[in-house]
């Protein structure tokens, strides 16, 4: 048998590399992937905006240019709206030519970001990303590394998620960008030394030099640091701001400070060194320079351009040369309440502006258009609602308008007359079913998911919430009920309402405490009630997302011992809680000098009385006064909110007198009037850029800018603008009036619902806190479906309703 030897075969692994080789050089190219590193030395112009007040083109427009990366906040989980209101931000990048830039902010615990919602989020981001030619960064949870987020200083957790993240975006995304983004750790661990680790982490990862405790010399950054595999970028938020958590104050910059943040070029262990360099990872850089209008000393220019200039010339410095961004920060922030305004622009006037347009186009960074600039297909608009706009919307309005004048004549007829209200019982029930009205619209923007209900109850009567209507319809009730007893019974007057206050005060201290203990449950997701982020509402829309605040902050010094000393007092001034129940110490407040008005009432003293609480809402809201250091001060400052209540309290005093003045056919008009007039404000409320969800109607009455300017300049919140107080009133009495005309329809209609809920508003008050925490611990609501959201509502206010029907726990919980 003979064969035949011929030449050896080459091996596997050659083939495979001559194939690679060959299909490279001979299969067509697929797309380019946008630039999403830029040149050395050549960093892009970045910018994170208020979208609610701001845009990508009014940013260029003062600055005289595009920025080449813009960035906005994401929930996660978010819900349609908000991808709607990112889809429209896409589009204002895309118009642009520049990069997106989503800050990922989670509104859960960090252990729950796993690898299904992970993979929920990416297929959100997939969607709304869709034919967006710029390169999407996309930055989770940054700041992980200090102790004023949510997701803070837990690694395990932290790393763990960002891998779930990073792996779920790749999978759904084209080239997506991960940026891992800690805060200058300058005072790392930003608190106190301790041997013992904050909820929810272990000590080991922190305690990096292994002495037994968390201090100054363990590592800021490693402990929380993904992997280079899932790393494309390093982030670093690197502000100039020395206040702390003392005193604002503007201060000058010192020299070297930015780099100094950085770590130093040279320094082995700095930041840059360390993640940027070593790694060869692309850095970018978040800042901006503290001022503020309220703290005095120097000027905007005097505190920013040193900032500005020493940001610029790092990052143009070859020794610097992996810094790939710089993100400046161009919103305001509200400090203490709104006390303090901190405004982190660069562009807030036109001085300014120029002053900075000057030093960007002189230094290296590299400003818009970055990609081609394009109309970005299927972009929704900034408000995903039902928007009338045109001839259609003032055709909506006039019919609104029409409706609110019928609803004034039709009572004349004989007809209706059955339909008045005629309750012999001396108790008022269209006062409870008016409070009835506005407890329904606390609990509905307090549970907070996306749903039908916020369409009725978001601002949607006139530009009012639930808030308002409660505070004032409260203090009706206490001058109706201890009216007619103060002239001649003051002490036992002062002996009621002073017990009142202290089972108000009692009960707001153990909620306070058993919400902390739940939260310490490790199963349980306490987010929605330990923590408050800033939602934007009215103005500014949604997309005006803020900071997020620990409401328990400190709390943990109550299992030291001996028990830390800042927590008692903590506790006891109701300085910690949630927020959603931080009224109640308002409402202890106000009970306990209602008396002294009272007293000054039965002596005929009104006019005095509205003159003193005029004075005191006046000083309040031009000084932006924060009288106490409990925790209600920062959304209800006394001083302002007093208002409302002493209003109602008069008014309940002299009920009797104030619905027989208007009871006189000569003041009817009077009446039209402010019924009318309430319609008209309402109507200007439903011309806001806000809408609540895609079946929201929205009219396009008046332009976007001057609907804002005029919301910010008289209808603020906090410090409750004077055409906000206006509103009120006008509702209440609008209120008031049809459930006199109409008591018989309206009664049989919601009255069986309303009523039960008005009579019993502190005990669903209190209970609504705990419904809270229940349903952010149900997983298919975080989902953000509008219709499952709207039954999780329907089953919400049900379950209050069967509650006080049934006096469940009304032995233990005050009514």
Known sequence: MTSTVGPRPPPPAVVAALLTVLALVLLPAGPARAA?????????????????????AGYAGRLGEPAAVYGRPVPLPMDDREQGHLRHFLSQVAAQGGHALLTVRPDVALDRVDEARAAVLAGQLADVAQDFDGTVFVRFAPQMNASWVPWGQQPEAYTRAFRAVAAALDDRLEDPVMVWSPTAGTDYPFRAPTSSAPEGADLAPLDTDGNGTWDRDDDAYGPYYPGDDVVDWVGLSAYHDETGSGEARNTVPGPDEFSTLLGGAGASDGFYAAYAAARDKPLMAETGSFWSPEAGGPSALEVKAPWWDQVLATASSEAYDRIGAVVWNETVEERTGGAVAVDWRSTADPALAAAFRERVQASSLVAGPVTEQAALPGAAPSAPGIVLQGPVAWAAAAAVLGAGLLLCLLPRARSARAWRYAEPSPRDSRIDMLRGVAIVFVVVNHVGLTSLFQSFTQEAVGVVSGAELF??????????????????????????????????????????LLVYALSRIPVLESGAVTTFTDQGTGAAGAGAAGSTYDLYAGMDGLFAFPVQAHVI???????????????????VVLILVSPLVLAALARGRAWLVLLISAGLYTVGTVFRIRLLPSQFEDSFPLLVWQVLFVLGMVAGFHRRQIVGWFADRRRRPLLVACLLLAVALALFSWSGPYASSSYDVRLALLPEAVFRAVYDGYFGRTWLGIGRLVNVLLVVVAGYALLSAYWAVLRRALGWFLIPLGRASLYVFVMHVFLILAVANIPVLEQGDLWVNTLAYVAVLGLLWVMVRTRFLFGIVPR
Do not use: C, H
């Open 36 to 56: 999403e590193t830029p040149e050395p030395g050549a960093p892009y112009l970045g910018a994170v905006l208020d979208w609610g007040t701001d845009s990508a």
């Open 471 to 512: 505070v004032l319809l409260s203090g009706a009730v206490l001058g109706m009920v201890y009216g007619p007893r103060v002239r001649g019974e003051l002490g036992e007057v002062v002996d009621r309402t002073t017990a009142r206050a202290w089972k108000l005060y009692v009960t707001a201290l153990v909620v306070v």
């Open 569 to 587: 007092p903590a506790v006891l001034l109701l300085q910690v809680g949630p927020w959603q129940f931080n009224i109640m110490g308002l409402y």
